[in-house]
């Protein structure tokens, strides 16, 4: 539950995005309405992403040289001091813009995360492959966990810092976002979504393995459902929240 924002950290994984890093932190410097701190964690870079960040005066850089996303997120999200956390990616695909309003739907809903849906992007802009991937991975995830959610592989997201350190967390490369909500949905946490629009990459490339990272996934949905406990839980959800939609 989050009633107030007191501090935001924005946590901003980076991996050779010095074409794309600049606009989304000072998009998020500008707009951001609430007092904040920007983390970038950085995995090495070697074309000038670490020298673009280091240039601002206005982000933290922690450099995390082990390889992986979720490694990545969990350095920076350590380091966190806010009390809401949002996490996206470095890479120019996300409208980060729309950063206020995942935040005031957390507070409208009371919320332990806000996702920021891609899926009713009117442009189509996410490639074939990874909608369809991802409309696959949304459907067993929100069948077998009751939720309600539509975009499962969005990095845009906003987090309740308590709820986020009460919940363990293994993973180290893609997964992990899937792992938070598996064990959200264990915990019986609140998510809910916001719609926001998608932008192809006009610069470096995806670190996603598609083959690699789908196995991950899928093992993490249902690895998490070896549990009678999180099986009522879920349901217990469902029912309390399929009419309030
Ligand atoms: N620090 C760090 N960041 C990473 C790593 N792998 C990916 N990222 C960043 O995580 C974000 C998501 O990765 P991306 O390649 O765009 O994956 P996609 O969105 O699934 O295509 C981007 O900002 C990447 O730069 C890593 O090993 N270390
Ligand atoms: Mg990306």
């Keep these: 539950m989050t009633s107030k924002v007191e501090l935001v950290s924005v946590v901003i994984p980076t991996l050779n995005e010095a074409g794309n890093i600049l606009e989304a932190v000072t998009t998020i410097e500008k707009d951001l309405a609430y007092p904040k701190e920007i983390i970038v964690v950085d995995g090495n870079s070697t074309d000038g992403t670490i020298e673009i960040v280091k240039d601002t ?4 850089l922690i450099i995390e040289p082990r390889r992986g996303y979720g490694i990545a997120l969990k ?3 350590k380091n966190a001091k806010g009390n809401i956390i949002v996490m996206v990616d470095g890479d120019g695909t996300y409208e980060v813009r729309h950063i206020n309003r995942l935040l005031s739907r957390m507070i409208e809903k009371d919320a332990d995360m806000v996702l920021a849906t891609r899926m009713y992007d009117p442009n ?4 074939l492959m990874n909608f369809v991937g991802n409309k696959v991975i949304t459907f067993f995830y929100d069948f077998f966990y009751s939720q309600f959610l539509s975009d499962t592989q969005s990095g845009f997201r906003a987090i309740s810092h308590e709820a986020i350190d009460s919940v363990e967390l293994k993973e180290g490369d893609m997964a992990f976002a899937t792992e938070m909500l598996v064990q959200f949905a264990k915990e019986g946490y609140n998510m809910v979504e916001i719609s926001t629009t998608y932008k192809a990459r006009k610069y470096g490339k995806t670190k996603l393995k598609k083959f690699k990272s789908g196995i991950e996934i ?3 949905i249902f690895r998490g459902l070896l549990d009678a406990d999180t099986i009522r839980t879920c349901q217990k959800h469902w029912k309390e929240n399929r009419f309030k939609r």
């Design 57 to 60: 005066s206005f982000c933290k």
């Design 75 to 77: 350095a920076g999200m």
């Design 124 to 127: 189509k802009a996410m490639g």
């Design 218 to 220: 899928f093992s993490t």
